[in-house]
């Protein structure tokens, strides 16, 4: 007996390696609005948590301000950074057998939904997914709770104990809290100890990841 029915992917972090792309659209922003320079381990704060908080909050922004830098970050990142990006070892693999097992499978991430669906078609992922759930550009919709529940909403899924949100930061775990849904950590993608301990249940790598479909409480 499968413990979950349906499981919720985040996209960075925990399907592409996404770094390089990202790190490189803040490190254009910063100097391209004055801002003080960011440290490698800075700019890869941001990735995962909604872009504009990591912005307004990171250089104490104004909303304006918050907007002018998310209009800069994607001057770069949707010509150039979308595409330094790379599936992370394995999971194309476990996605092929998870689906071949007729699981149910959806995308939920703060990355604006047009950038999210463009990616999976790239890596020739889109068909393992029922729905790709994603922000808006103008920054709503970015809570990953919302973006839990509107998946759920999408599939009319109502047995919300048989569902796993797989992410790699405290966001992912937190939003499925709130949406009264499991969590599993990937300690390979870019969050910390402390974020994963938050998690419900926590892998190393993708083939661990169904594993946890039929793990017992």
Same mark, same amino acid.
């Given at each position: 007996?499968?413990?979950?029915?349906?499981?919720?992917?985040?996209?960075?972090?925990?399907i592409?390696?996404?770094?390089?792309?990202?790190?490189?659209?803040?490190?254009?922003?910063?100097?391209?609005?004055?801002?003080?320079?960011?440290?490698?381990?800075?700019?890869?704060?941001?990735?995962?948590?909604?872009?504009?908080?990591?912005?307004?909050?990171?250089?104490?922004?104004?909303?304006?301000?918050?907007?002018? /830098?998310?209009?800069?970050?994607?001057?770069?990142?949707?010509? &150039?950074?979308?595409?330094?990006?790379?599936?992370?070892?394995?999971?194309?693999?476990?996605?092929?057998?998870?689906?071949?097992?007729?699981?149910?499978?959806?995308?939920?991430?703060?990355?604006?939904?047009?950038f /999210?669906?463009?990616?999976?078609?790239?890596?020739?992922?889109?068909?393992?997914? &029922?729905?790709?759930?994603?922000?808006?550009?103008?920054?709503? &919709?970015?809570?990953?709770?919302?973006?839990?529940?509107d998946?759920?909403?999408?599939?009319?899924?109502?047995?919300?104990e048989?569902?796993?949100?797989?992410?790699?930061?405290?966001?992912?775990?937190?939003?499925?809290?709130? /949406?009264?849904?499991?969590?599993?950590?990937?300690t390979?993608?870019?969050?910390?100890?402390?974020?994963?301990?938050? /998690?419900?249940?926590?892998?190393?790598?993708?083939?661990?990841?169904?594993?946890?479909?039929?793990?017992?409480?």
């Amino acid at each position: 007996m499968r413990l979950f029915e349906l499981l919720i992917w985040d996209l960075d972090g925990t399907i592409t390696d996404s770094a390089p792309g990202i790190m490189n659209a803040i490190f254009y922003t910063v100097q391209k609005m004055g801002f003080s320079p960011l440290t490698r381990e800075e700019a890869l704060a941001f990735i995962g948590p909604p872009l504009h908080d990591s912005f307004q909050k990171k250089f104490s922004l104004t909303h304006s301000d918050t907007l002018r /830098a998310v209009d800069v970050f994607r001057e770069y990142y949707s010509e &150039k950074g979308i595409w330094e990006n790379r599936l992370y070892p394995e999971i194309a693999d476990v996605l092929h057998l998870l689906y071949e097992k007729k699981m149910t499978m959806a995308v939920a991430t703060a990355k604006p939904q047009p950038f /999210a669906e463009k990616i999976l078609c790239h890596f020739q992922l889109s068909r393992y997914f &029922k729905t790709i759930a994603g922000s808006h550009f103008n920054g709503e &919709k970015t809570d990953k709770a919302e973006l839990i529940l509107d998946v759920l909403k999408r599939l009319s899924f109502s047995q919300r104990e048989t569902a796993c949100m797989i992410g790699d930061r405290f966001h992912d775990y937190i939003g499925a809290r709130k /949406a009264g849904v499991f969590s599993c950590a990937v300690t390979y993608g870019y969050g910390t100890r402390k974020e994963w301990d938050q /998690a419900d249940y926590s892998v190393s790598s993708p083939h661990e990841i169904p594993k946890i479909v039929s793990r017992s409480l």
